[in-house]
């Protein structure tokens, strides 16, 4: 169950990420230039099919996860 999910949505994500590559306007620039613009490609997606976990944290780190965990996270504390 986990892998299926988790596997559909690493296609989901990539998939997003080539077609945004694929119509960005930079990809003709240096390689050096295409880092900042891939970046914010790739973290916007990510936040899109991964959710960033919400509330307080104890350290500096930003999580990323999805439903699956968050339910897993909330079974645990109880």
Not at 49 to 56: D, Q
């Given at each position: 169950m986990?892998?299926?999910?988790?596997?559909?949505?690493?296609?989901e994500y990539q998939s997003?990420?080539?077609?945004?590559?694929?119509k960005a306007e930079w990809k003709y620039l240096p390689v050096n230039e295409h880092w900042?613009?891939?970046k914010k490609i790739m973290m916007e997606t990510a936040q899109v099919?991964?959710?960033?976990?919400?509330?307080?944290c104890s350290h500096k780190e930003?999580?990323?996860c999805?439903?699956?965990v968050a339910e897993?996270?909330?079974?645990?504390?109880?």
């Open positions: 986990y892998g299926s999910s988790r596997r559909k949505r690493r296609e997003i990420v080539k077609d945004k590559a694929v900042q613009p891939m099919t991964c959710r960033l976990s919400e509330g307080p930003t999580w990323w999805n439903e699956e897993a996270v909330r079974e645990k504390k109880k």
